[in-house]
């Protein structure tokens, strides 16, 4: 049985309709430059609000979606709305006023005292400073400027790393519908182990999960697109393409007759009633285009059995998205609107500094009081070698993945792939990893980790069990990489 209750609860103070409204056109129909009239905007979200969709998706790039937004808390949603927005910092170090700062921008576009949810995006993992973020971002919750804080587009393994790692969050929202099923292998496991929901976009991949694309030759990938829609063609065309495609919206179009609804609806219905989906995130094209009646609508009605076997039956004809969620952001193949990351950041910074020697070396030191005390560096580099210490999961005095071995693995290759990002390499060309692991019984689990990682790389590697110093610490890695000459 669907649930099709209108309210669901993410937190002890915050509750919030299951079916949101997402604002992320609002930075398409302003490509032009101009902005949009925010108080017609407001009136547009008024709409929703008053069809009691009271909650609100942004984020602090959707152009002036914050600002709109808090014109129609002031004058419509007062203390009845739920706004949800992101803070995605720009790539590399980020220092602790810039957090504040970022997140007071926000409450002064919101027009409001506290952020009802916080949702972080982190670009590059080997660069540690994202988990600087959460723990600052945290301090602000602490402070009650952040009621609730979430996450936007983290894989499985770092939304572990996270939760371990002492970060309370209740979301994290991701790319999930019919044609991208990466969240509902091992992320739905973790979300429900930690009590953590998915808010789930792209449930109508831009508008082509609809009427408007049944039977229809396929569209030309370029700029005559909305940005959604150059985006989901490509999910599209990763999932097998239009000719599969078709024959999913086939399927769907037989269910929306049986049970006299949309095919949007039956799609995002499917998604809603996965386990740990808190949410779906339908996108409004403000003033533009309003879909409040099928949106409404959502929220009452009941897929029964039968019409979910079929669709699960369908979505075995579709190839499985590359990766695990959030990875179109971060490695190819870039399914974003221009099928790289040209529009969200112009480069990625090392993560940290070198320095360099006289006998031709190049050292990283990665800031832990163990490489000052001991005399020695994190990696590096001669000639065409890397070679990377003995690692630990630790970062500055803080230990992450807490007491959970596969978090602690995962933050371990991390930081070495940091290493050899600052040397000039990359993970794929580690030819040698060694793991000592205290607890026998461990092996297998960060065994696993290591696979995740590596299996396309497939390294020498040893694992032995030794005596490790520090008591908190389940493995230490080190590896070597040999740089490819160009």
Same mark, same amino acid.
């Given at each position: ?131 600087? $973020? @959460?723990?600052?971002?945290?301090? /602000?919750?602490?402070? #009650?400027?952040? &009621?609730?804080?979430? =996450? %936007? ?37 973790? $979300? @429900?182990?930690?009590?953590?929901? /998915?808010?789930?976009? #792209?449930?109508? &991949?831009?508008?082509? =999960? %609809? ?276």
């Amino acid at each position: 049985m669907a649930n099709s209750d209108p309210i669901r609860t993410l937190s002890a103070n915050l509750k919030m309709s299951p079916v949101l409204t997402g604002l992320w056109q609002v930075a398409d129909l302003e490509r032009d430059g101009k902005l949009l009239n925010a108080e017609n905007a407001a009136l547009e979200m008024k709409k929703y609000f008053d069809a009691g969709l009271t909650t609100f998706d942004m984020a602090d790039h959707y152009g002036s979606a914050e600002d709109i937004a808090g014109v129609f808390k002031t004058k419509y949603g007062r203390n009845k709305t739920q706004l949800f927005t992101k803070w995605v910092p720009t790539p590399g170090a980020v220092k602790k006023k810039q957090v504040r700062e970022a997140v007071q921008k926000s409450l002064t576009r919101l027009q409001s005292e506290q952020i009802d949810l916080l949702q972080f995006h982190a670009w590059n993992y080997a660069d540690p400073s994202w988990l600087d $973020c @959460l723990y600052w971002l945290q301090e /602000l919750k602490d402070e #009650g400027l952040i &009621a609730n804080l979430g =996450l %936007t587009n983290f894989d499985t393994a770092h939304l572990l790393m996270a939760v371990t790692s002492g970060i309370k969050v209740i979301t994290n929202q991701v790319c999930y519908s019919l044609l991208d099923q990466r969240a509902s292998h091992q992320m739905t496991k973790v $979300c @429900l182990a930690h009590n953590i929901k /998915l808010l789930a976009f #792209g449930t109508v &991949a831009g508008g082509f =999960l %609809t009427e408007k694309w049944l039977d229809k030759p396929e569209p030309v990938l370029n700029s005559s697109l909305t940005w959604s829609q150059m985006k989901y063609k490509r999910f599209i065309d990763a999932a097998g393409g239009w000719h599969k495609f078709q024959h999913v919206l086939r399927i769907l179009s037989e269910l929306s007759i049986k049970n006299n609804t949309s095919i949007a609806n039956i799609a995002s219905r499917y998604i809603l009633d996965q386990p740990a989906v808190g949410g779906v995130i339908i996108g409004a094209r403000l003033g533009k285009s309003e879909h409040i009646d099928g949106n409404k609508k959502l929220l009452s009605l009941t897929l029964d059995k039968e019409s979910k076997d079929y669709i699960k039956q369908s979505l075995l004809t579709l190839n499985d998205i590359p990766g695990d969620c959030g990875d179109e952001y971060r490695k190819p193949p870039f399914l974003t609107a221009s099928g790289d990351l040209s529009h969200h950041v112009e480069t990625i910074p090392l993560p940290y500094p070198t320095q360099q020697g006289t006998d031709g070396r190049t050292k990283v030191l990665s800031g832990t009081t163990w490489e000052g005390l001991a005399g020695y560096s994190r990696a590096v580099r001669k000639g065409d070698r890397i070679l990377v210490s003995g690692t630990t999961a630790t970062h500055g005095s803080r230990l992450i993945g807490g007491n959970d071995p596969a978090a602690q693995t995962h933050f371990v290759i991390d930081k070495i792939e940091g290493a050899i990002q600052s040397l000039g390499g990359t993970l794929q060309e580690v030819v040698r990893t060694r793991i000592y692991i205290k607890n026998l019984s461990d092996w297998e689990i960060i065994a696993r980790a290591h696979g995740e990682r590596f299996k396309d790389i497939q390294p020498v590697n040893t694992m032995i069990k030794a005596e490790l110093i520090g008591e908190e610490y389940l493995l230490e890695m080190e590896a070597e990489a040999i740089i490819a000459t160009k």
